[in-house]
């Protein structure tokens, strides 16, 4: 059985720095590109960031590049998303995903998805 938990989430100043974590099991990591996504109240969810199979790979929202990192440890199958200079606009429940070995961003190739972290930005 694939499980994702993702952990780290709360609540946050503007200006903040917070580092989100996805452990996974029941899949094989090293195989796996892994995504982080994010639904704020109200609006689709989007792509955040995604980090390929071999850690070669990343690929961020156009929005996000330059503040938010994605990683990933294939020692403790876990992946990574910091978060830094925090804004009250990423406010959202943030979702870590993982599909086959093929590198992308769209929200539907992804065949397992953890439940989320809920993350609030106060300004």
């Known amino acids: 059985q694939v499980q994702l938990v993702e952990s780290g989430g709360g609540l946050m100043q503007a200006g903040d720095s917070l580092r989100l974590s996805c452990e996974t099991s029941?899949?094989?990591?090293?195989?796996?590109?892994m995504g982080w996504f994010r639904q704020a109240p109200e609006k689709e969810r989007e792509f955040v960031a995604a980090?390929?199979?071999?850690?070669?790979?990343?690929s961020y929202a156009d929005s996000l590049k330059g503040r938010f990192t994605i990683s990933k440890d294939d020692a403790k199958n876990t992946a990574y998303l910091q978060m830094g200079s925090l804004k009250p606009e990423d406010t959202a429940v943030y979702y870590c995903?993982?599909?086959?070995?093929?590198?992308?961003?769209?929200?539907?190739?992804?065949?397992?998805w953890g439940r989320g972290t809920q993350v609030t930005v106060a300004s």
């Open positions: 980090i390929s199979a071999s850690g070669i790979l990343t």
């Open positions: 995903a993982g599909r086959g070995s093929f590198f992308g961003s769209k929200r539907a190739e992804y065949d397992y």
């Open positions: 029941g899949l094989t990591f090293t195989s796996y590109t």
